[in-house]
């Protein structure tokens, strides 16, 4: 194998090399002024003389170079090698198999199911909001503290009166975050502007922290002609070009090697920003995760798989979803840097993000949080959680691991917030979103034709024809369809 793998290098390097002779990929390299590309293309040995007649003195083109960059050396592959590299330099108890090394043995064991404890959880804040002594966190400004606890008690109202909202026939569906705030607007206040979100559906505090209005919110729930997606899309399928929020959409975990090659066209651009991926418990059960994970490991993307254990994916407990101990152990199989964090601690989610973000940007590398938490509220409108998990549990959670409740008690023993302060926030934020929703409910929906535009730079005759069969259906039963839609 190694020898064909050394004969093959060779063959593809003189074959790119006759090609771009002839004009293919732009112009001939002269690839000994190409530092580490002529020995990685020749299996790590100097270029004989025999390859260098196929030289020129002309210079590479960028596109030449970007299909080259993933033969280079890197760090990670510095680290694999030596991961995989045995301890013995006798080559005659060691595999010298790709990847590196791999040290022989006389005994046969099997690696275990699961280690003899589970992977700690990082926390820095109590139940109560107090600091634990001796923990080490990412220091927050008050200005930064405060914003963050404004941000999760404004999504915290807009839950509730976007569902009841929906209960009262107001709009087709809602989904909260109810009980995942922390994980919401934390995980927001540590990224950039430039960090680009790609979420699943219980992320509305990303883009609440990024500036994206209450109007904003209420118009895309009632699918009106002020909806970015004009009207096409369910209620809480957010996205905004202006924010970098990739729009919301329902099949879970596609989203994820979509991430990863995001990820890799900003490492090829040396751009300084990350990727964000958001997924739940049950999403990792989806092919998808896997594809996403290796394929960002491979390519040394700048991502950030965040999945939100909450417990619940829909019905089925995490126990029917997994038998590993939980996410976090999943990133090391995929050579994939990982932490677990308390999802109810703010200063800890905001700690991890801070620290993962950095590592993804400066050293080229996808890193996979799993956060602790739980999800209070039911799946969606479509659902009564009550009817396959106890009462007690959710009231436990909602009261006693509140994440809101937990951030204020800190934020207010720093001095930096107020009941008076409390209160004002409250009534304020509760009569902005009245007073949205009443402008999202008079505002005119999309025309019709919005149904059939935006995919097509001409329409096709099979689009035209169902367009045209729409209306002449809809002239002859008018009184089946709504009348605020115009025609």
Not at 166 to 183: D, K, M, N, P, V
Not at 210 to 233: I, M, P, S, V
Not at 346 to 365: D, K, P, Q
Not at 475 to 480: A, E, K, L, N
Request: with cysteine; net charge neutral.
């Amino acid at each position: 194998m190694a020898n064909w793998c050394r004969i093959s290098s060779r063959t593809i390097a003189n074959h790119m090399r006759k090609r771009m002779n002839q004009g293919f990929i732009g112009s001939a390299a002269d690839i000994s002024q190409t530092s580490g590309l002529s020995s990685a293309l020749n299996n790590g040995r100097p270029v004989s003389d025999r390859n260098r007649r196929y030289q020129t003195s002309s210079p590479w083109n960028r596109a030449t170079l970007l299909c080259f960059q993933r033969f280079k050396s890197t760090e990670a592959e510095k680290q694999q090698d030596s991961f995989l590299s045995s301890d013995s330099d006798d080559d005659h108890q060691s595999l010298d198999f790709p990847g590196g090394k791999v040290s022989y043995t006389s005994e046969m064991s099997f690696i275990s199911e699961s280690s003899q404890s589970r992977v700690p959880c990082y926390r820095v804040l109590d139940d109560d909001g107090e600091l634990i002594t001796d923990t080490s966190f990412q220091q927050v400004s008050k200005e930064v503290a405060v914003k963050m606890y404004s941000n999760m008690v404004s999504l915290q109202i807009m839950d509730t009166i976007f569902y009841e909202a929906q209960r009262q026939g107001r709009i087709s569906f809602y989904l909260t975050s109810a009980g995942e705030e922390a994980i919401n607007i934390a995980s927001a206040a540590a990224l950039t502007e430039q960090d680009i979100i790609l979420p699943q559906y219980r992320e509305p505090g990303v883009l609440l922290w990024r500036g994206f209005t209450l109007q904003e919110f209420a118009d895309q729930c009632f699918g009106n002609k002020a909806d970015y997606g004009k009207g096409r899309q369910m209620p809480i399928h957010y996205g905004s070009k202006k924010h970098n929020f990739f729009t919301i959409s329902s099949p879970i975990a596609t989203q994820l090697p979509q991430a990863a090659g995001i990820a890799y066209s900003l490492k090829m651009d040396n751009k300084k920003a990350c990727v964000v991926s958001y997924i739940g418990d049950g999403g990792t059960s989806e092919g998808d995760f896997h594809a996403g994970l290796n394929f960002a490991a491979v390519m040394e993307a700048p991502v950030i798989f965040f999945c939100r254990n909450n417990g619940w994916a829909i019905s089925t407990n995490v126990s029917e979803q997994f038998r590993s101990d939980g996410i976090v152990v999943k990133g090391r199989a995929y050579g994939i840097r990982s932490i677990r964090v308390d999802g109810n601690d703010a200063l800890a989610v905001y700690t991890a993000v801070s620290a993962a973000r950095e590592m993804a940007v400066n050293e080229n590398r996808p890193i996979l949080i799993e956060a602790l938490t739980y999800r209070v509220g039911h799946h969606s409108t479509s659902d009564d959680s009550t009817k396959y998990r106890k009462l007690d549990e959710i009231v436990y959670w909602k009261n006693t691991r509140n994440p809101v409740n937990r951030f204020r008690n800190w934020v207010q023993s720093n001095g930096w917030w107020s009941e008076q302060q409390e209160t004002q926030l409250r009534n304020s934020v509760r009569k902005q979103l009245l007073e949205a929703i009443q402008v999202a409910e008079k505002t005119e929906k999309p025309p019709l034709s919005e149904m059939f535009s935006d995919v097509y730079d001409y329409p096709p005759s099979n689009l035209e024809e169902q367009e045209k069969h729409l209306r002449e259906t809809i002239s002859r039963h008018p009184s089946d369809y709504p009348t605020d839609i115009p025609v």
